[in-house]
């Protein structure tokens, strides 16, 4: 069965912090998505990997296929990215499974 | 700007009743699901379509009915059949289903009272 975990499950920082939020999987994947869950509820789509590293402002994710790990990074972290951040790997049956989301609170 | 527009963000029904969740896109993607969300759960898939006029149940479909009329929209009803229909309910779409640029609606949260 395909498995994703996250850790960890909650977070709490202080503003300025640098952040990383782990996600491991247990089999192949073509592709590995990190989403961001507001209180709303609605969920952006912030990267989109399969190899290597990508980074967009203060967000940086990278991706290991051989040890099946992928991290995201915050770096200045800042209230406003108080959030739920979920990792959703695309497996090689072109389904998303979504982990379970790391709450990340970020205090000034 | 192209997008999903979900609605309505909060939805109240009775037991029993059968109750319509719309999800429309003007994105021109090929591919819409729905997904359930559960406190402490990760997002599971309800259906999904990946061209119109066709759509595949996928890990959770009991109690849920879905069609694809047309591209732009892909509405799931939520049947009286379902057990514990009140949950979060995400719509998503992408280019294709190999293509894995996916947008994701704002969501409805359904309670069944």
């Known amino acids: 069965k395909n498995e994703v975990e996250q850790s960890p499950q909650n977070l709490t920082a202080q503003e300025g912090e640098f952040i990383t939020i782990n996600c491991s999987y247990s089999?192949?994947?073509?592709?590995l998505h990190w989403l961001q869950q507001h209180p709303g509820g609605g969920i952006v789509s912030l990267f989109m990997?399969?190899?290597g590293k990508k980074k967009h402002g203060r967000l940086i994710a990278t991706i290991n296929i051989q040890e099946k790990h992928s991290s995201l990074h915050i770096t200045a972290s800042h209230p406003r990215d108080s959030a739920v951040y979920i990792c959703?790997?695309?497996?090689?049956?072109?389904?998303?499974?979504f982990g379970t989301g790391t709450r990340l609170q970020v205090f000034p | 700007d192209g997008g999903i527009t979900q609605s309505p963000k909060y939805l109240f029904r009775k037991e029993g009743q059968n109750v319509t969740l719309s999800c429309e896109q003007n994105?021109?993607?090929?591919?819409m699901y729905w997904y359930r969300q559960d406190p402490g759960q990760g997002l599971r898939l309800i259906y999904y379509?990946?061209?119109?006029?066709?759509?595949q149940k996928g890990d959770i479909a009991e109690g849920y009915s879905v069609s694809r009329e047309k591209k732009e929209s892909f509405p799931l009803t939520v049947t009286s059949a379902q057990k514990n229909p009140t949950a979060f309910y995400l719509c998503?779409?992408?280019?294709?289903?190999?293509?894995?640029?996916?947008?994701f609606g704002s969501g409805t949260r359904l309670t069944v009272v």
């Open positions: 998503a779409s992408s280019p294709d289903r190999a293509n894995y640029g996916y947008t």
């Open positions: 089999v192949g994947i073509s592709a």
């Open positions: 990997l399969s190899s």
């Open positions: 959703a790997p695309t497996f090689n049956t072109d389904k998303l499974i």
């Open positions: 994105l021109n993607h090929d591919a």
């Open positions: 379509s990946q061209i119109v006029n066709d759509f």
